[in-house]
Nanobody
Framework: QLQLVESGGGFVQPEGSLTLACEVS????????LGWFRQVPGKEREGLSC????????IRNYADSVKGRFTISRDNRGVYLQMNKVKPEDTATYYC?????????????????WGQGTQVTVSS
């Protein structure tokens, strides 16, 4: 069983930057793929990025919507999402998750453990 707690959300102006953090705790957190998703009301949860464990090569994948603007990283405390050049359409609740595989599909079903989410609002 893993516990995930997001932090770092808030208000940011367009073209600004924000870093989200997700603290992960549990017995085997080092072996899981960690990912970031986001969701706006009335829409499906969207996979943004994932990073596999070091043992699995530290593979990273990004959704086209954030490629080149967002960067995922991880250490032995959790996973992070550096968000640069944010846009109003990045406004959403952001969730971190832990699962088994880091694939280009960034499929929600691949993730077993979820945080409670942190709100990001991009507005001038």
């Amino acid at each position: 069983q893993l516990q995930l707690v997001e932090s770092g959300g808030g208000f940011v102006q367009p073209e600004g930057s924000l870093t989200l953090a997700c603290e992960v705790s549990g017995n085997t957190e080092l072996y899981y793929t960690l990912g970031w998703f986001r969701q706006v009301p009335g829409k499906e949860r969207e996979g943004l990025s994932c990073v596999s464990s070091s043992a699995s090569g530290g593979i990273r994948n990004y959704a086209d919507s954030v490629k080149g603007r967002f960067t995922i990283s991880r250490d032995n405390r959790g996973v992070y999402l550096q968000m640069n050049k944010v846009k109003p359409e990045d406004t959403a609740t952001y969730y971190c998750a832990a699962g088994g595989q880091c694939t280009q599909k960034l499929a929600r079903d691949d993730y077993v453990f979820w945080g409670q989410g942190t709100q990001v609002t991009v507005s001038s």
